[in-house]
């Protein structure tokens, strides 16, 4: 059970697209079809974005996509705005009732 | 509306036990699968502890494995964390957080404001 690797900190300008990634292992994220990815703003409790690679919730905006290939699954936010500055954790099933999160992405929008 | 609300967090010294609770309504608690996810101050996220609809299956990480035990009564809308040998490494606040089903390969779709559990001399 290692955690997920993420980058420590992405940033882009309003309008923008980033792309956030997250590597997991052939225990994981190669072998599930169950990555989920939570927002995280300051003093808040999580909120989930993405669930089984690319699904999101009623209420989420289409602003966020997911995508996965091999062992490393992928957030995609465009026209970022000022709001979506939080902190990102990417989740993977890891079998066995299991389940590791990445160490997680702070997103600063400039 | 879902709402999840976690006690039974604070200070207790190494070694000690704990027992948080979990208190859930706006849903039928006994349809979904539960977790505990913690997370250490200025820290990430870390998934604890997961068991399904009627508490047949249950999964802890690692770090956890042996020395914390989830359970819930859903007579009662309940889910508990009994976390015993705590560590200093055990200090984080602890969030409830509900599944999108009832097993335990669910995304966590709800979660509570947490409670805070400080392992400390």
């Known amino acids: 059970q290692s955690a997920l690797t993420q980058p420590a900190s992405v940033s882009g300008s309003p309008g923008q697209s980033i792309t956030i990634s997250c590597t997991g292992t052939s225990s994981d994220v190669g072998s599930y079809n169950l990555v989920s990815w939570y927002q995280q703003h300051p003093g808040k409790a999580p909120k989930l974005m993405i669930y089984e690679g690319s699904q999101r919730p009623s209420g989420v905006s289409n602003r966020f996509s997911g995508s996965k290939s091999g062992n490393t699954a992928s957030l995609t936010i465009s026209g970022l705005q000022t709001e979506d500055e939080a902190d990102y954790y990417c989740?993977?099933?890891?079998?066995?009732?299991?389940?590791?999160f990445g160490g997680g992405t702070k997103l600063t929008v400039l | 509306e879902v709402q999840l609300v976690e006690s039974g967090g604070g200070v207790v010294r190494p070694g000690g036990s704990l027992r948080l609770s979990c208190a859930a309504s706006?849903?039928?608690?006994?349809?979904?699968?539960m977790s505990w996810v913690r997370q250490a101050p200025g820290k990430g996220l870390e998934w604890v502890s997961g068991?399904?609809?009627?508490?047949?299956?249950?999964g802890y990480a690692d770090s956890v494995k042996g020395r914390f035990t989830i359970s819930r009564d859903n007579a009662k809308n309940s889910l508990f964390l009994q976390m015993n040998s705590l560590r200093a490494e055990d200090t984080a606040l602890y969030y409830c957080?509900?599944?999108?089903?009832?097993?335990?390969?669910?995304?966590?779709?709800?979660w509570g404001q947490g409670t805070l559990v400080t392992v400390s001399s």
């Open positions: 957080a509900r599944g999108s089903c009832s097993s335990t390969s669910c995304p966590l779709r709800h």
């Open positions: 068991i399904n609809w009627n508490g047949g299956s249950t």
């Open positions: 706006g849903f039928t608690f006994g349809d979904y699968g």
């Open positions: 989740c993977s099933y890891a079998g066995g009732s299991t389940w590791v």
